[in-house]
Nanobody, 125 residues
Framework: VQLQASGGGVVQAGGSLRLACKGS???????PGWFRQAPGKHREPVSC????????YYAESVKGRFTVSWDAGKMTLYLQMNNLTSEDTAIYYC????????????????????WGQGTLVTVSS
């Protein structure tokens, strides 16, 4: 699975950015999704999407501010990030999986075996 992530950059607090994750997604429940890793912190889920049943997960810290949208024709998941804060500064990784099992591991990092190169989001205060 090849993943192409794009859209990172520098933005002031309160601003917006849109990330894009393009790839071939074969698992019905696991992908695409977005995780992030801030300096000195563990990688954490941001939002995950299921192309099979269109389920969506958002981390509590981004609910109401981040929204994903899926373009099946372009095989691309977009992450619209609004009202950004310094806490959102991190490297954002697009992810997917070849796992064809059930949805019990949805948005758990261990279930995903393909990771994009990461795109840096920096929010300045």
């Amino acid at each position: 699975v090849q993943l192409q992530a794009s859209g990172g950059g520098v933005v002031q607090a309160g601003g917006s950015l849109r990330l894009a994750c393009k790839g071939s997604f074969t698992s019905p429940y696991y992908g695409p999704g977005w995780f992030r890793q801030a300096p000195g912190k563990h990688r954490e889920p941001v939002s995950c999407f299921s192309t099979g049943d269109l389920s969506t997960y958002y981390a509590e810290s981004v609910k109401g501010r981040f929204t994903v949208s899926w373009d099946a024709g372009k095989m691309t998941l977009y992450l619209q990030m609004n009202n950004l804060t310094s806490e959102d500064t991190a490297i954002y990784y697009c992810t997917s999986s070849r796992y064809k099992g059930g949805s019990e591991y949805f948005c758990l990092a261990g279930a995903y075996d393909a990771w994009g190169q990461g795109t840096l989001v920096t929010v300045s205060s």
